[in-house]
């Protein structure tokens, strides 16, 4: 056996994958598993365990996945997470996990995010469900957004006897899990809405189209609703922009609306009743994962596909597995390059974007090497439609409707890190709401930390 390499992971070929939304990677079968289960030497200080922000017992699971104990592996990943075939996909286990594996200083480390993915998706296909609680406690929670951190926070808070019910503002569950992440790289119906089933087997009741601020106050929820605390999992849903010359015009689009479209309204869909705008040629400004989901997604819809980003291959913030399927499937990458001005032909649609070339300075607060523009580089490049990548902020409207919760300058809710404590009693929060955009695991973190915070906060009530 070669302990030194991985075992590979079958994939979709690129030119297939390049014209379809199907999953690009396929993830083990049990034999594969096996084998890449038995490269772990089951360290006693597992340092894998503390590069993983749920602290799942990943030594432990791995041992019953080498014996071929799927089902025992499953309830083992279940007590930390409950999104594993999710975390098996998205996750940046690079720089977490799998980053820490002793492993990985002579040869490849474990593939713990494709053992987790393999070992979730064994369990949905036996129809195996994570373990609810014995006995309820009689005691109400609030948690608002079916995100990663609001379903994290809710299935933890079932497990321990609350009973929790999720108020998600869209029509369909999952928050960026659905609007934001595409098919390819995490499909609805096999794997986002079965891991929320499992949630919901866990006594979770989830009530969608309640917009808290709008339909329903956080006061309201806790003086007139009978919940005893409230978890705010709202996400960061609110783009931002470069605020250049012509950024209103039409086919300029935020990320997260062009991925809303495609993934939670199925525009990319035959006889899908959402429009999308399918260009020629389209620009995207941005290089983290969300920017190489929106230029993945713009070539399958059939456009020549652009990432632009103002700082060298080595400052991109994507995964390097999401950068390298991006290049395999035929996306150019147009690096140390700045946008400056959306031009508009006289219908006031996009015709083309004034760029500047850029090289690198000094390294700036972040440590990165502060992008510099070269004088008298610039250059208009020819596109016909152009998505802005930025990151989000959180929408304001729960801060805006709730006394005593406190934001900082960047509209995000302030929260203890260590329990999710805001400065308003019983409310706590979570995720890219306190954050602003990060990771789905981040997300899930938070979640977790706040039922911790959440049940000894009603405890010690008593």
């Known amino acids: 056996m070669d302990v ?46 503390k590069g993983c ?40 286990q690079e720089t977490q996990c799998e980053g820490k594996c002793i492993r990985g200083i002579k040869g490849d480390p474990v593939s713990i995010g494709k053992l987790e993915r393999f070992v979730a998706d064994w369990a949905r296909e036996h129809g195996i469900k994570p373990e609810p609680a014995a006995e309820k406690n009689g005691k109400k929670v609030a948690v608002i957004g079916s995100g990663p951190s609001g379903l994290t926070c809710a299935g933890d808070l079932a497990k321990m006897g609350y009973d929790v019910t999720i108020f998600e503002a869209l029509h369909e569950t999952g928050g960026v899990l659905v609007y934001g ?5 995490l499909p609805k119906d096999g794997v986002v809405k079965k891991e929320i089933e ?93 920017a190489m989901d929106a230029a993945r997604t713009a070539l399958r819809l059939g456009a020549e596909t652009h990432i632009v980003y103002r700082r060298s291959e080595e400052e991109l913030p994507a995964r390097v597995e999401e950068v390298h399927h991006a290049k395999e499937e035929g996306i150019i990458f147009d690096l140390l390059t700045n946008p400056t001005e959306i031009l508009e032909d006289e219908k006031g649609w996009v015709k083309g974007m004034k760029c500047v070339k850029m090289e690198l300075g000094e390294p700036d607060a972040s440590g990165r090497r ?15 439609a152009v998505i802005m990548s930025l990151g989000t902020s959180p929408n ?31 409310v706590y929060a979570g995720g890219d709401a306190v954050t602003g955009a990060a990771t789905v695991i981040l997300a899930m973190g938070a979640g977790k930390a706040a039922a911790k915070g959440i049940d000894e906060y009603l405890k010690g009530l008593n």
């Open 198 to 290: 499992n949630v919901k087997s866990l006594g979770v009741k989830i009530e969608t189209d309640v917009v808290v601020g709008k339909s329903v106050t956080i006061d309201e929820l806790m003086e007139e609703e009978g919940f005893s605390a409230v978890f705010i999992g709202s996400g960061a849903g609110l783009p931002k922009f470069m605020g250049i010359p012509g950024e209103n015009a039409n086919g300029v689009f935020s990320a997260n609306e062009y991925l809303t479209r495609s993934n939670l309204m199925k525009a990319y869909k035959e006889g899908s009743n959402t429009p999308i705008m399918v260009g020629k040629k389209v620009a995207v400004v941005g290089g983290g994962n969300v």
């Open 53 to 92: 922000p749920v602290s799942i017992d990943i030594p432990g699971f791995i041992a019953h996945v080498k014996k071929g104990e799927f089902a025992e592996a499953f309830q083992v990943i279940s007590k930390s997470s409950a999104l594993p075939a999710v975390c098996g996909r998205v996750c940046p």
């Open 396 to 426: 304001p409207l729960i801060s805006s409707t709730t006394k005593g919760l406190d934001t900082n300058k960047w509209k995000c809710i302030v929260a203890d890190e260590a329990n999710g404590q805001t400065t308003k009693t019983g």
């Open 370 to 384: 502060r992008p510099v523009e070269i004088p008298g580089s610039e250059f208009v490049m020819d596109v016909d």
């Open 4 to 49: 030194l390499n991985r075992v590979p992971v079958r994939e979709q070929e690129p030119a297939v994958r390049a014209k379809n939304f199907e999953e690009v990677c396929y993830g083990y079968n049990e034999e594969e598993a096996m084998a890449e289960a038995a490269r772990c030497i089951g360290c006693k200080n597992a340092q894998c365990v």
């Open 181 to 185: 992440i595409p098919e390819f790289r």
